[in-house]
């Protein structure tokens, strides 16, 4: 042959294959897949290539097949295309037989085994194994004897027999260092020892591995290796809770994997960002990927890892509320391992089947059969979750001392186990020790379980995170619920309590990928196509939507949002230096908003009064100049959801309807009953520490913050009568004031968005006369930022659309398509005051851990010092009125009291709630 292999890439080796006159022979062929041995992880797709041109140039001679199919299975491989790996390795071990090459056969035996271990086709290893020990020991190959045992150790592992697989790597480990080979297959090894240590719970061990593994990957150039390794490690970091690290580690290796088109190792890769997606709430997102990879997996007959994508797959549908969806997965999945005999995965499907029984009898049974196959496979973080549902589902039907055993064996493990689990522990714990009459010793428990789920909440740096987060149980309120049943806690321990039950907000700006902005302004412009289409539909009597083309518009918005969404919360999770100067603020909100100083800085004639909605029914702790004083309220939370449904189908109607309304005393009447039931049950007991207020700030909570405060009634009178009112979503917000901004700003700016708003929308009357503001129409979503953070007042009329599934993406009407509430993450806007002149900008949405979300909190975050918002869809007409007479009033009051007086003037004229109390003062 008229080359030598000896080059620096596989591309020249290619070539120079594909320039070779003659045949290439077995000598030739070995050289050259020996070369490619060398270059196969650095270069992988172009090491495929000259090893397919290999295959296409040799010669009759079986030996000369079985190096080049060798080499082709090797490339393979490492491109994660396992199922073609495995055709050539078969290949190349009957050529070597059929050359009388045992020791060839042997070699290739044994990466064979890898790959069917790969595969899960462990019933074909067993016998492929023996052979292949036989054939190296005749030939003395301890290194392909180490590699044997590291290919039995992942077989071990497939199985879920950890501790077995833990024996074999640490074997090919020992015979890796005696040997002293520094190549790519010890670096394998340390991935897969690091694996087994993972599941074994040895995380000092498992991160040296994958540390040591990464760095040995980039000093031989070895970027796919070290992209697997980053893969592991993120399991390992996501199983401690460092789900920020875990997700920079993920997205550093699916780069890598999608650049080298490793399509298996991709698949890797998504099932663990959803699994990590899982713990974190993002069940949508988790949906996707798992099923994503579950088609990669099934595609490559990888069928055991397309099994656990199909459990973490029900576990995101489940989580969604998708709950017969859900249920035939893990049945199938169930099967599945049952049918390969495979324990420990049966185990996991059982568990997760016990997760979601509603019933807590068959809870307790399933948990009970999956916690006794994991005690007798050693999978201790496995067995402690399921021991935890079995307590859990005792404590529900009442055999409280089998609870109490089980919670004993399992706090001797409490130090070994995750946070997650450490505050399950406590809450049941204190369930138990409150069933049993310990009701001090339950709070404690309920007070550990609280600052657990902080520590761990603190690593979740956005609320739309927290907001969804199913892992967490909602122990704020449960603690909430100890002390409200013991007469001798105080407000102060009341206050705070509630205060840390809904006080969970972002302070930290979106930061996302370079593709943001373009999908964003996609986003905004298909609204715009949508809502236009909506417009000129109302506007033209014989215009009529295209339906079809609406719901394929519809769809299109759906998944766009989706992404967005994603890289915001995944943005949100990488930047951890960003969190942890948040967490410091978040202390010193926390300091500032304990009863006493909130106390000291209400003024005279001022009234806070804090709610929480708990099972018993509505705690309200009213805070005065210097004192202080709680109250057990009996209003039952189906008793208020009621209500509250009530209450929004009466305006519901009246918002569909745009003349007037017929039979308004009827309806005024209805509601007037709504607004005196609420009014006796949440502010009528509260009168003797009301006495001599003038103002009252309401801070509600969960399902209180869609009462209207501003319109209830109080004996014959509405509330206005008596009090001015005004909200704050949480204690942290008050005392906040422009003074503190870096900058000051004169200019009082007026937004009008007039094509694509809402009827009329054009600046009210007054609104011009009494500031000296400038005038901008059809702003564009940058020119609404620039506008705000340049001003000192702002006044926006627009069309509004709240998103209760979605806050992030609730959105106002703008000339290039929309803002989002996204838009203002981060951003420092310099208002003493904003007025939001457009329908349902003051909804709150509120979470499983009451955290808020949406606009209100969106604007107080970014700096705005008082908001005015609206509570529901506004009447055009009326609105017009309520801000002529609302700044009207502003010449010689706060806004609170104007807007209370322009409340009373328009009441005169449009004599229903809907009309005249739609807008609410916030901050």
Known sequence: MAFEPEVESADSLRKLIESSPDPIGPEMAQRVRTRLAQLVLAQPDEAHKAASALASRIDKAPLSRAWAQRSLGDALVYLGRFEDARSAYSDSVEQAEAASRPDLAGQVLVSLVGVLAQQGRDDEVSPLAERAESLLKQADDRPQLARLHASLGNVAHHRQDYTRAYKHYKSAQAEFEAIGSPDAMRVVLRINLGNACTELLRTAEAREAFHRAEHESLELELDLLAAQARLNR???????????????????????????????????????????????????????????????????????DAALSELAQARALRAEG??????????????????????????????????????????????????????????????????????????????????????????????????????????????????EGSRMEALKSRLRAVRTTEDELLLLPGAELRLKNPGQDNVHRQLLELLVEDPAVGPPALFRTIEWAHDRRSQSGVRTGGDWQARREELASMLHHLQKMETDAIANEDARIDDQTAAR??????????????????????????????????????????????SRQLRDGQSLIQYAVVSSGVVAVVVRKGRARAYRLPLQRPELGRRVRRWQMQLESFAMTSGGVRNLDFHRASADRILSAWSQDLIEPLLPDLEGTKEIIVVPHGILHQVPFEALRLGDEYIDETWRVRRVPSVSFLGRSASKRTRVVETDLVLATIESGPPGATPESKLSAFTSSRRTEDPTADMVVRGLQESRTAHWITHGVFREDNPLFSRFATQDGALFAADLKGKTLPLQRLVLSACESGRVVTGRS?????????????????????????????????????????????EAEAMRRAGQATRREWNHPFYWAAFGVYG
């Open 234 to 304: 993120a399991v390992l970091e996501s199983l401690r809770g460092q789900y920020r690290l875990a997700i920079d580690l993920l997205e550093q290796a699916e780069e890598t994997f999608r650049r080298e088109e490793a399509q298996e190792l991709l698949a890797a890769t998504q099932l663990t960002r959803a699994e990590t997606y899982i713990e974190l709430g993002m069940s949508d997102e988790a949906a996707t990927l798992a099923e994503d990879a579950a088609a990669t997996y099934r595609a490559s007959g990888m069928e055991l």
């Open 322 to 435: 998708r709950h017969e969806e859900a249920h035939a997965l893990f049945t199938a999945v169930q099967a599945f391992y049952q049918d390969r005999g495979l324990r420990g995965g049966e185990a996991l499907a059982i568990l997760e089947r016990a997760a979601g029984a509603a019933v807590a009898s068959e809870r307790v049974a399933l948990a009970r059969e999956a916690a006794q196959i994991f005690d007798h496979l050693h999978f201790a973080e496995s067995r402690r979750r399921a021991r935890l549902i079995v307590s859990d589902g005792l404590v529900e039907i009442g055999r409280i001392q089998e609870a109490r055993a089980e919670l004993t064996r399992l706090g001797k493990e409490l130090d070994s186990t995750t946070s997650s689990r450490r505050a399950d522990f406590w809450r049941v714990l204190s369930d138990v020790q409150a069933a």
């Open 553 to 598: 518009t519809r769809q299109e918005i759906r998944r766009i949002e989706q992404g967005l969404l994603s890289s915001v919360r995944a943005a949100s999770l990488r930047r951890s230096s960003t969190a942890e100067a948040s967490v410091g603020e978040r202390v010193r909100d926390r300091a500032d908003s304990r009863l006493g100083p909130v």
């Open 850 to 894: 009451d955290d808020l979300a949406g606009v209100v909190v969106t604007f107080l975050e970014a700096g705005v010092e008082r908001l005015v918002a609206s509570h529901w869809r506004v009447h055009d007409e009326a609105t017009i009125r309520l801000m002529d007479g609302f700044y009207e009033q502003l010449r010689d009051h706060e």
